[in-house]
């Protein structure tokens, strides 16, 4: 498979404007190509799809005549800019050769990036345009991208029959193949000739549909019981709730909040099946780049045609922090009919067991039904959510899964929010709820300058799970300073882009001194998820580092530590003090910045270091001296050899002497080894680490040399 890529790589030509070429041939890809993708599997990268995908005929400027399918004034992806109108719109057409050639393969999506070019011309359904484009595309997605529009007239004014603008119906069996439990890919037999394409699927059963009001609700669908899924995409206004107010009343704007069907209902869905890469709210794409999402344009486009037998599930939260071996209780509202209900039960899973376990819950109100979780042992993580069983047997599970942990202090440290189950990636034990604790934090940043979030830590050693944000609002950057000390009361915990958040908190001011200051860390040890998830929140900073993407879009950029793409991190320009053009200005690949330091972030799969200010970017410079110099800061090596077995030297040079503990702990924190812990002149030193009596896996090794602290991995490899 990667010959024939290295092969499609190269097999681009140039091409000259074309007026001969139908939609369809747009779609076209070579038969190699589609040969390849009918044999993908599960295991199939995201960058093979992507390449495969690829059209043979991108770059090429085409003219064609086309009918509008899709109101371009409903477009609703693109965030809104000066007079709230979107820097592009995106709208689907319909080669007007289908009407003798048949629509299959014949729609494409037109992303016009200059939303006067379609804005002004007041294109509509229906309408018959004249467009010279370009062949485009977005990571793996097809587009046209337009350079002149001419309106023609309207379709019937040529003599095209009203069939012209009605989508194909298929099943979900027809766009996607099942690789897997709940694990999907495009059916490729059928691809080019569905991709884009206006479709229509009847009697569909609601498979997933978590969050019906948010301000943008997912909700997935399926003819055949879960064996292909299909997930929504909400590129039309009328299927989201985020652009009220933000975008020009010239658009197409809801007046009312869109609910997504509930699950289990039946439903007929029309809409463009998009091959959009990249957001996977149910992770059933085997990659996410090779599944469909239908995305419907009119409020026509969805019709529910039976209420489900069980309707909203949704099951409560604790409020309260359980103490040891206490019974938690819990309730679930049930949105049906009594009748229709046969059982309810909390399934949960706690750190402790393997197997999760149910409590059959009873009926306490018209639509509430109650029960306990067992007491579990202090310390203890659960998780639990709700199943409803109605009474021909279907199982209808709840909307939302909560947690908790079991605290016999309550919440009186930030990592009992922040600390996961696993000890790795994932939600706070507490999300959701508000929550009484008692929790003394220092204000690392009081969000001022960054606009968008306010800093707290409460290790002074700037231990992992020590961080957490809170939503920046004018009156707490106007009460609060960097190095208050704050002692919070109440709050309510949420996650926010995956990062974990701590809001409407109820606090005093018991002191004030200095920021804690930022932990020094290298990018390579935030390649573990399990690491990420413990420094969300943290102020970091890296030191030399190499900037080897100066623009990853989105106003971001990466870096690195050791010069390698292999162990980049990227930054975002999230700051309200940092403009989104900055990077790709400013920065050129391979510099070398003395410093980048910032809030530890997450976004869209990924953790991000979000600088406050220009002040957070170091200068340009190298950092080498003579052999003979002091350095320029503490710093700490990679340990030699690694992977290693048994034993490996790590080195590490100081400024000036002081205080020096050099300490080895697992991913969790807990020290396996302290090799350094008393005073050391200035200089370099060097230690051998015995690591016999241990386990292969990953370690941490820490050096805090005064008030600085940096912190590398190493690999055991028995």
Known sequence: MLLLLAG?????????????????????????????????????????IETLVTRPLTGTEVTITVVVLADPFKSGLSSPRDAGFPSRVHYFVRDTTANSQGALGMDVQVVDGDYQ???????????????????????????????????????????????????????????????????????????????????????????????????????????????TIITSDDISLRYRNDRVGAYNDVFDLRDDNFEAPLPGATVNVQGFALLRGGFDPFTIGAPSTAMYRIAPWEDGDLEVTAAPSIGAVAVGGISAVPAADTPVPVSVAVSAEQANVGSVRVRYTTSLTTEPADVELTLASDTTYTGDIPGQPDGTFVTYSAIVTDTGGSEFPSDNTLGFRVLNDGIDEISDIQETASGGFGDSPFVGGTFPMNLTAVVQSNGVDNGRFVVLQDKEGLDAWSGILVPFNEALGADLQPGDIINITEGRIFEGFDVTNLTDIVYTKTGSGNPY????????????PAIVEAHEGILLRFE????????????????????????????????????GDFASTTFTEGEMRLFMQGVGWYSFGAFKLVPETLADIGDVGSTSTEANELPERVTLQQNYPNPFNPSTSITYSMPTGGDVTLEVTDLLGRSVALLVDGVQASGQHTVTFDASQLASGVYLYRLTAGDQTVTRTMLLLK
């Open 8 to 48: 499609l790589l190269v097999v681009q030509p140039t091409w000259a404007q074309r007026t001969d070429l139908t939609v369809r041939q747009i779609h076209d890809i070579s038969a190699e190509a589609l040969a390849t993708l009918q044999q993908s599997t599960a295991e199939t990268s995201g960058d093979e």
């Open 117 to 227: 070019n379609t804005g002004s011309l007041d294109i509509f359904r229906g309408d018959v345009v004249e467009m010279t484009a370009t062949v485009d595309r977005f990571g793996n997605t097809l587009q046209l991208t337009p350079t002149t529009i001419t309106v023609q007239g309207v379709y019937d004014d040529f003599g095209l029959p009203d069939e012209i603008l009605d989508p194909v119906t298929v099943t979900t069996a027809d766009l996607h193949r099942n690789v897997g439990e709940a694990q999907v890919q495009v059916n490729w037999d059928n691809f080019p000739l569905y991709d884009q394409q206006y479709v229509r699927i009847e009697g569909a059963t609601v498979w997933r549909s978590p969050n019906r009001t948010a301000d943008r609700p997912n909700w997935a669908i399926t003819s055949d019981g879960a064996q």
């Open 517 to 528: 200051g930022y932990k020094v860390v290298t990018t390579d040890i935030l390649q573990d």
């Open 544 to 579: 030399d580092v190499t900037i080897t993407n100066p623009d990853a879009g989105f106003g971001e950029w990466s870096f690195s530590t050791d010069g390698t793409e292999d162990n980049e991190l990227n930054a975002d320009d999230r700051s309200n003090s940092i403009a």
